[in-house]
Every structure is written in C-alpha cells, then in structure tokens.
C-alpha cells in the first residue's frame, strides 16, 4: 500500500469515528420529567435580545415551586434569599445536557443523570459538572413573572 492511500484511509476512518458524536449531538433525547406548569402565551426564545416575555404567574410558580418555559430551556424558582425575587436559568446541566430538576427541600437543582448539584443561583455545588447553569434575568411584574434571554 502507498503512503497516499494509507493516508486516505486514516483520514477516512478520522471522519467516520466522529461521525456518531456529531449526530448525537443534533439528537433532542432529554426531557422534563415534570412539565405541570402552563405554557407561556410565547416562547422566551423567540423574543428580541434583551426584552422580557412572561414565563407563568406568580401564583402557578407558588403553587409549583417552580416555572418551567414553553421550550423547557429555563427554569425559574424563588430566590432562597430574597422571596420577592426570582432567579432564571438554563435547564440544561453543564455536564452533559440533561434536564435538572429543582428540589425545593434542599434548594439545589439536581442533575438526575449524574447528580450534579447547582444552586440556586445556578453555581456548582457537586461535580461532575464544573461549569455553572447559565442565568437570565428575570422579575415579577403585575403577578407575572418575566424573564429575559
């Protein structure tokens, strides 16, 4: 065999190796385990930078713990420190993509795929993330609450 060739088929075999990472990454296989709280009239996502949609209201996020939006991208408690606050931030853990999970008993957000902790302001509390959730901000307004992404 020719040095051409040899170098063909590394090249080739290179190519194919990173072929099933690259389509598991297109993949959407996580869900939320808990998707009790409304839908929000319009997605997070789709609003301009820097304007604020509303997730839910006050009284569904009291009653539930938690706000989760349309698209399950952010995910909304109360602030453990200041209960007229809220805190927003992204649902997907940093490790590996999976969904968290709010426990409000512990005031964590739990990773139910490797048991990453997250605070509530979304910094690592135990890996094996070591990267904290992203945060948005968020406010109640007229008994909404709204966040910004």
């Not at 302001?121 to 959730?133: D, F, H, M, T």
């Amino acid at each position: 065999m020719d040095r051409r060739k040899l170098l063909s088929w590394f090249g080739l075999g290179w190519l194919i190796s990173f072929l099933p990472s690259s389509l598991s990454g297109c993949s959407d296989t996580n869900s939320v385990s808990n998707s009790s709280s409304p839908a929000a009239p319009e997605s997070v996502a789709a609003a301009p930078r820097g304007e604020f949609k509303a997730i839910g209201s006050v009284a569904q996020l009291d009653k539930d713990g938690k706000l989760i939006s349309t698209d399950k991208k952010i995910l909304v408690v109360r602030d453990p420190k200041n209960s007229n606050k809220v805190l927003a931030v992204n649902s997907a853990c940093t490790h590996k993509g999976c969904v968290v999970e709010w426990q409000k008993s512990s005031q964590e957000y739990v990773c139910p795929c490797h048991d990453a902790k997250f605070a509530a302001n979304g910094s690592v509390k135990q890996g094996p993330a070591n990267k904290a959730l992203p945060t948005y901000a968020a406010k109640i307004e007229k008994g909404q609450v709204l966040v910004s992404s």
